[in-house]
């Protein structure tokens, strides 16, 4: 699974870094992007998948 | 005393200061939006008040047709004095603004708010509910929104704005008059008023002396070169007390109101607390507090409704986040809601800038009630009283305790 964030998009609500610390970063004004390349280790698919759904402003995009 | 004239028709002459709607928004929305959507009133203006989630974010992301130059929920009626159009030329950026102004003093602000700085007001929260909790009376009763909600967010702002804690009640007081009694002209003046003249003795002070806080800092930052000008400097301050305040005290006396009528949740929050930071977000989206303003900046038609330039429509993030096409069993609060895109921070650009200040205030403040006081309920024959309009949250919650 790999997954990003668009930075055009996202809002700084900052779900996905609350949901999946492992995986998102977030920067002082509120950016967030996908720690590493994007590759999401199988053992977080599961809550990276709910980071997707519970960002409201639909900024989570699974890429491949 | 009701403030308004009593509400027959909720489409065509709503009124958000209607005790009813204050007291209970939910089944007029959730009817509203099996028949008409968008409501209309030309109470105080024209008004739309969406109740789809679909809408509300579609209008919220829509910046070109509406516009934040008035985001009150009650208008203002009337011209701005020239007093305050010399003072406030710019009103309370970023909320009141549009971009370009928008985009670079919300960049100022949100260093202050980001998760890692937050972290840093995370024990001075957890003391100041300590203390309340202790202040309570003996006797196993206290007013959770007025004893408790409404004495910690105040003080948390205070000291990220480096303004002495021991004013929180007249802040409490100044923000009051400004959100609570909007509908009340001298009240909302005498609040703004208060704000402004106290700010402005602040920020002289600070010009001779800067101190590390959000002012200080404030006014010695330079953008393209030039010192930020102090009028903004001025709206930034005035508007962190306003919009961090009655709205995150709101959260917390509304989540203490639901943990006070339900206990099974209670219990389930002591027997599963894994599930705290779901629950903190389910407790937000079903008791958002905060519904912001428009303008129509030129006529236009949204799902047909004629909207006309002038015309004002309420961002009704609340409705929205009970919106049964967005959210599962919507009117069902379910403490570890897996799928919660809520938007009660807002949609879009103007995201609430101190939303990770105020998530953190909430989860300490109803950790360490829990803590110290797991088991609780309304006291019989006591009455809650609720606030409404741009920020709705008990006033009075009168609650008894073993
Ligand atoms: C539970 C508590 C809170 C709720 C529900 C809330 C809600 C909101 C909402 C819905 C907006 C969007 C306004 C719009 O679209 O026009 C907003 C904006 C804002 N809020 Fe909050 N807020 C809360 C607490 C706070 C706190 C603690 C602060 C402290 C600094 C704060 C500061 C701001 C600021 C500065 C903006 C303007 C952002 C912009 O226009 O770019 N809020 N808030
Ligand atoms: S939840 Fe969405 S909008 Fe919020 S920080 Fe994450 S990606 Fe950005």
Same mark, same amino acid.
């Given at each position: 699974?790999?997954?990003?964030?668009?930075?055009?998009?996202?809002?700084?609500?900052?779900?996905?870094?609350?949901?999946?610390?492992?995986?998102?970063?977030?920067?002082?004004?509120?950016?967030?992007?996908?720690?590493?390349?994007?590759?999401?280790?199988?053992?977080?698919?599961?809550?990276?998948?709910?980071?997707?759904?519970?960002?409201?402003?639909?900024?989570?995009?699974?890429?491949? | 005393?009701?403030r308004t004239a $009593?509400?027959?028709?909720?489409?065509?002459?709503f009124d958000v200061l209607?005790?009813?709607?204050?007291?209970?928004?939910?089944?007029?929305?959730?009817?509203?939006?099996?028949?008409?959507?968008?409501?209309?009133t030309d109470r105080r203006g024209s008004n739309?008040?969406?109740?789809?989630?679909?809408?509300?974010?579609?209008?919220?992301? /829509?910046?070109?047709?509406?516009?934040?130059?008035?985001?009150g929920v009650i208008p203002f009626d009337?011209?701005?004095?020239?007093?305050?159009?010399?003072?406030?030329?710019?009103?309370?950026?970023?909320?009141?603004?549009?971009? $370009?102004?928008?985009?670079?003093?919300?960049?100022?602000?949100?260093?202050?708010?980001?998760?890692?700085?937050?972290?840093?007001?995370?024990?001075?929260?957890?003391?100041?509910?300590?203390?309340?909790?202790?202040?309570? /009376?003996?006797?196993?009763?206290?007013?959770?929104?007025?004893?408790?909600?409404?004495?910690?967010?105040?003080?948390?702002?205070?000291?990220?704005?480096?303004?002495?804690?021991?004013?929180?009640?007249?802040?409490?007081?100044?923000?009051?008059?400004?959100?609570?009694?909007a509908d /009340?002209e001298?009240?909302?003046?005498?609040?703004?008023?208060?704000?402004?003249?106290?700010?402005?003795?602040?920020?002289?002070?600070?010009?001779?002396?800067?101190?590390?806080?959000?002012?200080?800092?404030?006014?010695?930052?330079?953008?393209?070169?030039?010192?930020?000008?102090?009028?903004?400097?001025?709206?930034?301050?005035?508007?962190?007390?306003?919009?961090?305040?009655?709205?995150?005290?709101?959260?917390?006396?509304?989540?203490?109101?639901?943990?006070?009528?339900? $206990?099974? /949740?209670?219990?389930?929050?002591?027997?599963?607390?894994?599930?705290? $930071?779901?629950?903190?977000?389910?407790?937000?989206?079903?008791?958002?507090?905060?519904?912001?303003g428009?303008?129509?900046?030129?006529?236009?038609?949204?799902?047909?409704?004629?909207?006309?330039?002038?015309d004002h &429509?309420l961002?009704?993030?609340?409705?929205?986040?009970?919106?049964?096409?967005?959210?599962?069993?919507?009117?069902?609060?379910?403490?570890?809601?897996?799928?919660?895109?809520?938007?009660?921070?807002?949609?879009?650009?103007?995201?609430?800038?101190?939303?990770?200040?105020?998530?953190?205030?909430?989860?300490?403040?109803?950790?360490?009630?829990?803590?110290?006081?797991?088991?609780?309920?309304?006291?019989?024959?006591?009455?809650?009283?609720?606030?409404?309009g741009?920020?709705?949250?008990?006033?009075?919650?009168?609650? &008894?305790?073993?």
């Amino acid at each position: 699974m790999n997954i990003r964030v668009d930075p055009d998009k996202c809002q700084g609500h900052a779900r996905c870094y609350g949901l999946l610390p492992e995986l998102f970063d977030i920067d002082d004004y509120g950016l967030s992007t996908v720690i590493g390349d994007g590759t999401v280790p199988p053992e977080l698919e599961e809550r990276a998948r709910l980071a997707i759904a519970n960002c409201p402003e639909y900024a989570i995009d699974e890429t491949s | 005393m009701p403030r308004t004239a $009593p509400v027959t028709r909720w489409d065509t002459d709503f009124d958000v200061l209607d005790p009813e709607y204050i007291s209970n928004p939910f089944e007029i929305w959730d009817e509203l939006r099996q028949g008409c959507p968008i409501a209309h009133t030309d109470r105080r203006g024209s008004n739309w008040l969406p109740t789809r989630y679909a809408d509300v974010t579609a209008i919220a992301h /829509d910046i070109e047709h509406f516009s934040s130059l008035e985001v009150g929920v009650i208008p203002f009626d009337g011209e701005p004095t020239e007093e305050q159009d010399r003072v406030l030329p710019y009103g309370l950026p970023p909320i009141s603004a549009d971009p $370009p102004l928008h985009t670079w003093t919300r960049r100022l602000l949100l260093p202050w708010f980001s998760h890692r700085r937050v972290e840093g007001y995370e024990e001075l929260t957890r003391e100041l509910c300590r203390s309340a909790i202790a202040g309570f /009376d003996a006797g196993g009763r206290a007013d959770a929104a007025e004893e408790y909600a409404q004495q910690i967010p105040v003080r948390v702002i205070a000291q990220v704005l480096g303004v002495p804690i021991e004013l929180a009640d007249t802040f409490t007081g100044w923000v009051r008059d400004v959100l609570e009694f909007a509908d /009340d002209e001298e009240r909302r003046f005498r609040g703004m008023e208060g704000l402004i003249k106290y700010f402005l003795v602040e920020l002289e002070e600070r010009k001779k002396n800067p101190g590390t806080d959000l002012l200080s800092e404030l006014l010695h930052t330079e953008v393209d070169g030039a010192l930020v000008e102090e009028s903004l400097v001025l709206g930034v301050a005035a508007l962190v007390l306003i919009a961090g305040i009655d709205t995150t005290w709101s959260a917390i006396g509304s989540s203490l109101w639901h943990l006070a009528t339900h $206990p099974e /949740d209670r219990k389930r929050l002591a027997e599963e607390p894994e599930i705290w $930071p779901l629950a903190i977000e389910e407790l937000l989206r079903a008791y958002s507090p905060v519904t912001m303003g428009r303008l129509v900046t030129s006529d236009v038609e949204f799902a047909g409704c004629p909207m006309k330039e002038g015309d004002h &429509v309420l961002l009704n993030f609340p409705a929205a986040n009970r919106d049964p096409e967005t959210f599962e069993d919507a009117e069902e609060v379910i403490l570890d809601r897996a799928h919660n895109r809520h938007v009660a921070f807002g949609s879009g650009i103007h995201r609430c800038a101190g939303s990770n200040l105020a998530r953190m205030e909430l989860r300490v403040a109803l950790e360490e009630w829990m803590k110290a006081i797991p088991e609780f309920r309304i006291a019989e024959g006591e009455e809650v009283t609720w606030a409404g309009g741009q920020v709705r949250g008990p006033r009075r919650l009168p609650v &008894v305790f073993p």
